[in-house]
T-cell receptor
């Protein structure tokens, strides 16, 4: 079966760094996406990785290891507005997105 | 630009009734998708369309139907609603059905009693 695993909830302090992990087992791989979803809102795109390595975009970075079926999203200089759920999704061999249940990130002052 | 819109924002529906959730995008995207999001579960794909005139079944298609008469609109119909269809429904679109980011509408919160 296809499976995406990520922690249910994480807590971090404003100004700190947090790493959200995602492991996956899917039928085929055509890239991994990270989305941000604030409570009651739609998911919005953060990053896309298809090759191994680190992609940096401002305060956010995303890493992929295809051989390990592993990715992480790194958030630096945390701000209160970063409090949200972070969704990991893998595009399978049929080009359909398989979604993790999301990690709720709580930022404390 | 509006991007992608959905209607209604929320709805309470009696079991056994039919309902159509509307989705319209103005980005001229070829691919469109319907997902449901339930607490503790990831987004699950209901139906998709890679281009106008074609549709396909996703992970959880039973009880739902879609049509794609033109590029902009992708309505989702529940023929006879059941309580297990209580969920938040998101419509999304992308340039094509490949590895492109998907843009999401604001969602429709549906409660079936």
């Amino acid at each position: 079966g296809q499976n995406i695993d990520q922690p249910t909830e994480m807590t971090a302090t404003e100004g700190a760094i947090v790493q959200i992990n995602c492991t996956y087992q899917t039928s085929g791989f055509n890239g991994l996406f990270w989305y941000q979803q604030h409570a009651g809102e739609a998911p919005t795109f953060l990053s896309y990785n298809v090759l191994d390595g680190l992609e940096e975009k401002g305060r956010f970075s995303s890493f992929l290891s295809r051989s390990k079926g592993y990715s992480y999203l790194l958030l630096k200089e945390l701000q209160m507005k970063d409090s949200a759920s972070y969704l990991c999704a893998v595009m399978d061999s049929n080009y359909q997105l398989i979604w993790g249940a999301g990690t709720k990130l709580i930022i404390k002052p | 630009t509006a991007g992608i819109t959905q209607a209604p924002t929320s709805q309470i529906l009696a079991a056994g009734r039919s309902m159509t959730l509307r989705c319209t995008q103005d980005m001229r995207h070829n691919a469109m998708y319907w997902y449901r999001q339930d607490l503790g579960l990831g987004l699950r794909l209901i139906h998709y369309s890679n281009t106008a005139g074609t549709t396909g079944k996703g992970e959880v298609p039973d009880g739902y139907s879609v049509s794609r008469a033109n590029t902009d609109d992708f309505p989702l119909t529940l023929a006879s609603a059941v309580p297990s269809q209580t969920s938040v429904y998101f419509c999304a679109s992308s340039e094509s059905g490949g590895s492109h980011e998907q843009f999401f509408g604001p969602g429709t919160r549906l409660t079936v009693l």
